[in-house]
């Protein structure tokens, strides 16, 4: 009865271990690298890669639930979408995996089609922004004391430790397969709101200016962005789907307690965006 975690020295991943290991459940946590993994010495770590599904094999031995990610790269530019599926799934069903949670991106993959062909019982977790992507302005915020974005539309960012404990539930409890998740914060903010809630947690005033489309451009293309990544992100900046500033329920609704605030995630971040 072990649970298997994909993703699980990402952003999610290591709080859907760390929740698993607060309930006391049984989990393995897949990586790439066990010796770079810096998870809890509790945990049992298991190398696997999923691009390379033959690979996994040891990891899903006495495997009843899976976590998974669709995505096989090495960084945030390089999310190269899953071309596994089939062969994953296969090896899961075949290891005895009853319970599996999918955290994709907005567009399906071979993962989730091969689940959905699949008799396991899975829960599919959609999610538009994680409140973790303030990350990305720590630099500029501790050098500067300035956030440069482009568009500045109102977003449902969700905490990663709900989204985790969406996954924990589905992993765990009777009642979620079958089901589609879509997971938000409790407010639509917009990056400026952000910005000042951080600024707020750390005690410091933040500049925010907003880019034009060119200047973004000229500045994804210094940080060595692909053309095709700049383009995608131009277009999200500029037209946001409808469903990204949409609230929803979900996360209240599976766990019971209302979904954490950005204030909160602010706060307990905030020695990143400090000198
Ligand atoms: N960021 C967002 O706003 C957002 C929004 C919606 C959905 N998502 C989705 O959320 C999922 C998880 O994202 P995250 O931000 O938590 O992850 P992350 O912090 O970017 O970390 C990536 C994780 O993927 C693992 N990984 C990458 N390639 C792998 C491979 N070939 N084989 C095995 N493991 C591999 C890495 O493990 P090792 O390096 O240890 O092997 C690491 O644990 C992704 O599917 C992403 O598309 C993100």
Request: hydrophobic share 45%; charged share 20%; net charge negative.
């Amino acid at each position: 009865m072990t649970i298997l975690v994909t993703g699980a020295t990402g952003t999610v991943g290591r709080q859907i271990v760390a929740q698993l290991v607060e309930r006391g459940a049984p989990v393995r946590a897949l990586t790439r690298n066990p010796a770079a993994a810096r998870l809890p010495g509790s945990v049992e770590v298991a190398y696997g890669d999923l691009t390379e599904p033959r690979s996994l094999t040891p990891a899903l031995e006495g495997v009843t639930a899976l976590h998974l990610i669709t995505v096989g790269g090495n960084s945030y530019a390089d999310y190269a979408p899953l071309q596994t599926g089939p062969e994953i799934v296969a090896l899961a069903a075949k290891a005895g995996v009853r319970r599996v949670s999918v955290l994709g991106g907005w567009d399906e993959t071979s993962v989730e089609e091969a689940l959905r062909a699949s008799d396991l019982g899975w829960t599919q977790l959609l999610c538009v922004e994680f409140m973790a992507n303030a990350f990305e302005w720590a630099e500029s915020i501790r050098d500067e004391g300035v956030v440069r974005v482009f568009g500045d539309h109102p977003g449902v960012v969700v905490h990663e430790a709900d989204i985790a404990a969406v996954a924990v539930a589905a992993l765990v409890e009777e009642g979620h397969a079958g089901r589609s998740y879509e997971l938000t914060g409790p407010q639509a903010l917009t990056p400026a709101e952000r910005v000042r809630l951080i600024g707020e947690a750390v005690g410091r005033q933040i500049r925010f200016e907003e880019l034009s489309a060119d200047e973004y451009r000229a500045s994804m293309r210094a940080a060595g962005e692909s053309d095709e990544l700049i383009e995608f992100a131009v277009q999200l900046g500029a037209n946001p789907p409808a469903a990204s500033s949409i609230v929803q329920p979900t996360v209240e609704q599976v766990i019971g307690r209302p979904a954490r605030t950005f204030a909160q995630w602010a706060v307990e971040h905030a020695d990143a965006f400090r000198r």
